[in-house]
């Protein structure tokens, strides 16, 4: 029952296995280890990101979120039979929240964060890259709340350094 749940939250209840039905149906959109169920996973994250608190309480939703996001992702990998299966989204997820925490929500700038952060979890650039081999869900999670920071810190700067 436990790991139907962890299942059912990292894969952003089923939602992921969507690209690869589509995948399936229509050969031509098949892919070389693209899915696109990640983004899938960011897109429930820019969804759920009004759900979040903000301020200091939101650091803390966090890291709680990461923690639980570790957890159910190493038990889907158990299920599953993979280490980081592609079909687990709920990283993506943390991932977009770590992007997109404390920038302003304006579509503009959670547009901004939302490719960024698809960009750097794409592109897996070190150092966050060694966070991917970190055991269980750890691996899972913490490589996409590196890209997360990346894209955060890249933002920050451009709103930081844009004309007024």
Same mark, same amino acid.
């Given at each position: 029952?436990?790991?139907?749940?962890?299942?059912?939250?990292? &894969?952003?209840?089923?939602?992921? +296995?969507?690209? %690869?039905?589509l995948?399936? /149906?229509?050969?031509?959109?098949?892919?070389?280890?693209?899915?696109?169920?990640?983004?899938?996973?960011?897109?429930?994250?820019?969804?759920?990101?009004?759900?979040l608190?903000?301020?200091?309480?939101? $650091?803390?939703?966090?890291?709680?979120? &990461?923690? %639980?996001?570790?957890?159910?992702? $190493?038990?889907? @990998?158990?299920?599953?039979?993979?280490?980081?299966?592609? /079909?687990?989204?709920? @990283?993506?997820?943390v991932?977009?929240?770590?992007?997109?925490?404390?920038?302003?929500? @304006?579509?503009?700038?959670?547009?901004?964060?939302?490719?960024?952060?698809? %960009?750097f979890?794409?592109?897996? %650039?070190?150092?966050?890259?060694?966070?991917? /081999?970190?055991?269980?869900?750890?691996?899972? =999670?913490?490589?996409?709340? $590196?890209?997360?920071?990346?894209?955060?810190?890249?933002?920050?700067s =451009?709103? +930081?350094? /844009?004309? =007024?």
């Amino acid at each position: 029952m436990i790991d139907r749940f962890c299942l059912a939250v990292a &894969t952003g209840f089923h939602l992921s +296995y969507i690209p %690869f039905w589509l995948t399936a /149906r229509f050969p031509d959109l098949q892919r070389k280890r693209w899915t696109g169920a990640g983004h899938v996973g960011a897109a429930l994250g820019w969804i759920s990101l009004y759900a979040l608190p903000t301020g200091l309480s939101l $650091g803390v939703c966090l890291i709680l979120a &990461t923690v %639980f996001a570790s957890w159910a992702s $190493g038990r889907a @990998d158990r299920v599953l039979g993979s280490h980081d299966d592609p /079909r687990i989204v709920v @990283d993506e997820t943390v991932g977009f929240w770590t992007a997109a925490a404390w920038l302003p929500r @304006d579509p503009w700038t959670l547009a901004g964060a939302f490719v960024l952060f698809r %960009f750097f979890d794409a592109m897996k %650039f070190e150092p966050y890259r060694r966070l991917e /081999r970190l055991p269980g869900g750890w691996g899972v =999670v913490l490589d996409d709340v $590196g890209a997360g920071i990346a894209a955060n810190l890249l933002v920050r700067s =451009v709103l +930081y350094f /844009r004309p =007024v």
